[in-house]
């Protein structure tokens, strides 16, 4: 029984890594044939860690297939919606669309309103463009945004799911989707909550834990699988600051008056040691959420990397026979990932646990 | 040399601090685990926020080099 479960275990592992490096392999092999010029693995990678506006699935010959997604910007015109096709797989500043009698590029996945009057894109020494502004306000539905609200709508539908089950059952043995979803929640509240938190208060902050530890989660696990893994939603910086920021505000709000002390006159010191102490403590506050926000997305970025390098070094030596190699260390790389999906999921959780409890801690003692 | 060389030797260089960080940790918490076997789960949850701590500092360091390089 147990040795058939790490059996079916394995052979998952294996069955999504082997499709997630044969994906990136193909799509490297794409880029390089699309480029035509001297391969550069720096700005591959670059390009496949970034946001863009569109998933690029895969070329066949001079064709190349990709789900275009909506662009909305709001200029100094009003708003101006187009779909990403318009610009046709271009991300050199190229194609240029004209619409409502603006002139829009997309240089190096960024949307540029070229100044009036300008038809072309001029790149100035320094690799940006000088003729042309970005627009006041990029609200486009990028590849994030969209795996975002499709991890949204998957939870959603879990979760609504297990509730579901346990609404409909006369006894509290969990069934179907809520078998599944049950050990976890238990994990996070006894394993998380709990003792980080304290058995008093952790109550109020499970629905907050739960949500990071699932939403983290499934977005790591969406960075991996083939074709969408090129939305890497949990390796970009502004989603994990977002996350981080709302760590940083229930535990500012949260604090009670022993946390603020602690921070500005802290007790049990002498008084030239308190005065010392308080700016320190006061950096401290911020640097917390900073370090919760780097964490996530430099794993998450730097799995990715890693990836793309193993597969960059078949084109880097020009030579099949390096493919095996790389293939194998790539598939290595990637269960390592798998298993940091969920360390990463867990050590977010554990800490924004760790530093909320820190802000709710009751002093009986002195 | 260039400074993305330069960028690469000081991740290098941040990486191994975080791996005698962590190795540190991995061997403690061996060692109190072959100790202590009935609290190994407590031991491995701090063992495992301590790493990510020790991480985070490497990290700081790689994402600037990334950032220059």
Known sequence: MKLSAIKTLFLGIFLIASFTSFSQEEETLQEELQEKHDFDPKALIMHHVKDAYGFHIIDIGEKQYSISLPIILWTDNGLVTFMSSAFDHDYYGNVVVEKDGMRFVNYKEKIYQLNAGETALVKGEDGYPTNASKPILDISITKNVFMMWVSMLVLFLIFIGAARKYKKSESFVPKGIASFVEPLVLFVRDDIARPMIGEKKYARYMPYLLTVFFFIWLNNVFGLIPIINAANLTGNIAFTMTMAVFTFIITTFSGNKHYWKHIFWMPGVPVPMKIFLAPIELVGIFTKPISLMIRLFANITAGHIIVLSLMSLIFIFKSLAVAPISVAFSLFIIVIEIVVTAIQAYIFTILSALYIGMAVEEHEHH | ?69
Do not use: W, Y
């Not at chain 2, 701090?46 to 390089?69: K, M, R, Y």
């Open chain 2, 1 to 69: 040399m260039t400074i993305t060389g330069i960028a690469a030797i000081g991740a290098g260089i941040a990486v191994i601090g975080a791996g005698m960080g962590i190795g540190r940790i991995g061997g403690a918490a061996m060692e109190a685990m072959a100790r202590q076997p009935e609290i190994q789960g407590k031991i491995q949850t701090s063992a495992l926020i301590l790493a990510a701590f020790v991480e985070a500092v490497a990290l700081f360091g790689v994402v600037v080099a990334l950032l220059q390089g």
